[in-house]
């Protein structure tokens, strides 16, 4: 096997080697576009596959449909470019060096807990486009991990300080080695028209280039509807005595793969909680154990699409205490807001500026609250940016916000129901296992 001189775009590639990273876990390289952050990670880890006996890594990201999705390509051209395609067995799914026995193999993480937890005698892992990874898989990957000198590599370009990677990585400092790199630093080896390219942008606009090409946080733009500022102002608030009586909202999403419940006295969120694709059933159930646990005297609940059966159980058991809420339905302030949706929203905008959001739950509100954008009918109403809009620019779902939006809409000084659809409207709804025509209780939200 013969040897290569490897050269690195960057000093800065040099944490990702053993006489550099003692004692870290965590192995970061974040940055702008064309920064050469893969480029430089692929080499790396094909030099590693040469060197060390039976070296196993996996190449994974949050979603990955098809093989066609992962870095599998990216390593094949370094291979061809180093002129060593001879040293290596390369197949449809893996690859792996003849010699040494070092394997390649390419995994997405979202809804494949068993895998993840498979992963345990791996070496190195590296998570690609690793700002788009969630909390849960985080809290798979990591602790799976464990083999005496294994390394997890991060690469991604920056968007939010509040996405889980970011939080993962402010919370184990000692754990991590972190270099930020951009396209500048590379200029020897990127093309004229990438430059080109990035230096219009630069022209047209300055906010953008920062964050695509300089690698730094996404700012807010004017029609952001609730800024960051108000959310950690209320992250950093203390909790104030108040007599209100506890209330919570219930936000089913489709499929039920993200249901949280949020549970709130006044301007204080008390205690919150999230499942991941629960069985209706076992989440009625628990619901309802929390709600007697906090005392809670009104739940709202999502009744859009999947959330009409959840609810009806859910009403079932706890009767009057429980309140259904469409979120389409029109605005009970037809002056200032379109659908009960947006006047939900503007209710969490104005309760924000006494609230107090407990620290745990930081990371999730803030993504939640402070990207949603925002515009003017005409008539000048307020119309929040539907959720197909809000997903399509590469976030999840509202579903802390819209849980929090709930409770906000059930009249905590008398605790009536103040947004019920006419009762002569009527709904399918699932009754333990068989349909029926229900007169309809729900908040016209």
């Not at 022209?203 to 029609?223: M, V």
């Not at 620290?359 to 509100?365: E, M, S, V």
């Amino acid at each position: 096997m013969r040897g290569l001189k490897l050269e690195h775009t960057s000093p800065k590639f040099k944490i990702l080697y053993p006489e550099y990273n003692v004692g870290k876990k965590y192995l970061v390289l974040k940055g702008g576009r064309s920064s050469t952050k893969s480029w430089g990670v692929a080499q790396a880890l094909i030099h590693f596959s040469r060197e060390y006996d039976g070296l196993r890594v996996v190449c994974g990201r949050e979603i990955q449909k098809s093989i066609a999705d992962s870095s599998k390509k990216l390593l094949e051209d370094t291979i061809n470019r180093l002129g060593i395609r001879d040293e290596f067995i390369i197949t449809k799914s893996y690859l792996e060096h003849r010699e040494r026995g070092s394997t390649f193999t390419f995994m997405g993480l979202s809804n494949n807990v068993d895998a993840v937890k498979g992963l345990e005698g791996t070496d190195l892992f590296w998570a690609e486009e690793a700002s788009s990874l969630s909390k849960e898989s985080l809290g798979t990957l990591c602790p799976t991990i464990r083999k005496r000198g294994s390394k997890i590599i991060f690469t991604f370009n920056p968007v939010l300080p509040t996405t889980p990677v970011e939080a993962l990585i402010r919370s184990r400092p000692s754990q991590c080695l972190v270099e930020h790199i951009n396209y500048t630093e590379v200029t020897k080896y990127i093309s004229k028209e990438i430059i080109m390219e990035a230096e219009a942008d630069k022209r047209a606009d300055y906010d953008r280039y920062r964050w695509i090409w300089l690698g730094e946080y996404q700012a807010q733009s004017e029609d952001t509807f609730i800024s960051l500022g108000s959310v950690e102002a209320a992250l950093n608030r203390p909790p104030q005595l108040t007599n209100e009586p506890v209330v919570a909202g219930l936000d089913v999403a489709i499929f039920h793969d993200n249901c949280v419940l949020v549970i709130r006295q006044g301007p204080n969120i008390i205690y919150c909680h999230k499942w991941n694709q629960p069985d209706n059933m076992e989440l009625v159930d628990e619901v309802v154990d929390l709600c007697n646990k906090y005392r809670v005297v009104k739940l709202a609940v999502d009744c859009n699409g999947q959330g009409a059966a959840i609810y009806q159980n859910l009403r079932h058991v706890m009767e009057e205490s429980c309140i259904g809420v469409m979120s389409g339905s029109v605005a009970r302030d037809q002056k200032k807001y379109v659908r009960i949706r947006d006047e939900y929203w503007g209710k969490i905008k104005d309760w924000l500026e006494d609230a107090s959001i407990p620290a745990k739950y930081g990371d999730a509100f803030i993504t939640d609250l402070t990207n949603i954008k925002f515009f003017y009918d005409d008539r000048g109403r307020y119309k929040i940016e539907s959720k197909r809009s809000y997903i399509s620019r590469g976030f999840h779902s509202t579903d802390w916000a819209d849980a929090l939006g709930f409770s906000l809409l059930i009249n905590a000084k008398s605790c009536s129901q103040d947004f019920y659809l006419p009762q002569a409207e009527r709904v399918v709804a699932y009754d333990r296992g068989f349909y029926s025509n229900y007169q309809s209780d729900w908040m016209g939200i």
